[in-house]
Structures are given as structure tokens and as C-alpha cells.
């Protein structure tokens, strides 16, 4: 027996040609329900002017319903409507007005740039308390502009006036820092200062500033009339 030589490339219809010449193969024919338009007549028929008439054409054989032949539905939607209750529409705006123009209603404690710490057995109302400006402001600060080897050094000689003139509340303004790229430089060197520095013994707590007096862009500080002692500095300041 004779095997096919094998061949760089593969035909397998080379003799179909001369298949299909020797046999003819009948088309299947289908009845013919629609007459369709010649090239000529669908060019005529094709504007945006017969439209109306192919839709005609179209809808011929179609019957509209009887009214005695609709169906009804009985629908009832399932458990009590939802009803939305609002408040006063006028105090409404009356109020996201004053935020926005005079910033009533904005707690900064609620915000993630809000800061706060407490030194050993202080308890926590005493930072609600300032937060809440129930003490009140002997003197400020403000390190807007200063790097931080300047700020560090007016830092300290003013916290050094406040402790030698008994000044309790003051105010350190350090700015909230939005144009660092990472974190607020001043502000963050200002939380440092504050719980891991030598003031710290001088410090019974502090907290972020109300809007009015510069919100996380500033920094309370109640300050103590006489220094911790080291047994209780042990404890260390903690932030809360």
C-alpha cells in the first residue's frame, strides 16, 4: 500500500471545485410572503417624507384593544410609605448660611487636625473646659513664618515670660501647615514640644483653638503654677 507523500503545505479542497462541478446541489426555495422594493423604488420611499406612510404601511393590520378587554390590576405597595421628615425649610438654611459665612455650627474638635493632650492624673473635663474657652487667654503667640529653629527658640522665651509673669491660659499660634507637603511641619514640632520637651512638667493640657481664635491652626495651653514633680512626670504627658 502507497502512502500520500508528505507535503509542505495542505490542501484539503483542492477537488472540492470539481466536486461541486459534477453534482449539482438544489437550493432549498421558501414561499415568498412580501414583495420586496427594488434598488430604485426603496431610494423613492427612503426620504424623511414617506415616514408617515411606511408607518402607515406598517400598522395596517393592527388592532387596537377594546377597553371591555383590558386587564385591571389591583396594586398595593407592600408596608407603610416611606415619608421623609424635615425640619423648617428657613431655619434650615438659616443655619448653612451662618456656617458658611461665619462658621456657627463648625467644631473643630470634630475634625481630624484636631490635637489634644493632658499631663499626668488630669482629668478629661479640664480639656473639654479649655476646648470650650472656659479659660481664659493671658497671652499669645504667633510662629507664622518662623522656621523651625526660630520657632523652637521664640517658643521657648515665650513660654518662659508666661511661667515667670503666672500666666495660665495662652495661645500658640503655628498655623495648620497646608502648604507642607506631608505633614504640618510648625504645628506637629508644636505637639513634640509640648509632650516630650522639658515643658512638659509646666503643662496640664492642651488642645486645638476654637474657630474664633484660629481653630486647628492653633494650639491651647493651660499651664501649671508650679512644675510636676519628677515621681509623677513618670507618667509622662498623654495625648487623648
Known sequence: ???????????????????????????????????LLDKKAAGRMAGPENEEALFEAAMADVLPLEKDNVPEFDFEPPGRPCVLRQGPPDATLAKLENLV??????????????????????????VTKLHQGEFSIQGYIDLHGFNVEQAREAFDDFL?????SAKRGVLIVHGR????????????????????????????????????????????????????????????MRAI
Not at 1 to 13: D, E, G, H, I, L
Not at 115 to 121: C, F, H, R, T
Open 1 to 35: 500500500m502507497k502512502t500520500a507523500k508528505p507535503s509542505a503545505m495542505n490542501r484539503p479542497f483542492r477537488n472540492l471545485k470539481s466536486f461541486l462541478e459534477e453534482r449539482e446541489v438544489p437550493l432549498r426555495s421558501f414561499p415568498v410572503e412580501r414583495v
Open 101 to 126: 459665612k461665619h462658621g456657627e455650627g463648625f467644631v473643630v474638635e470634630y475634625t481630624s487636625e484636631y490635637i489634644e493632650g493632658a499631663g499626668p492624673d488630669v482629668c478629661r473635663e479640664i
Open 160 to 164: 518662659k515670660d508666661s511661667v515667670a
Open 177 to 236: 501647615g497646608l502648604s507642607s507637603p506631608e505633614e504640618p511641619v510648625l504645628k506637629t514640632k508644636v505637639f513634640h514640644w509640648l509632650t516630650r520637651g522639658p515643658w512638659r512638667k509646666w503643662v496640664v493640657a492642651f488642645c486645638s483653638a476654637r474657630s474664633c481664635d484660629g481653630g486647628a491652626g492653633a494650639t491651647y495651653v493651660l499651664l501649671r503654677r508650679t512644675p510636676v514633680t519628677r515621681k509623677r512626670r513618670k507618667k509622662g
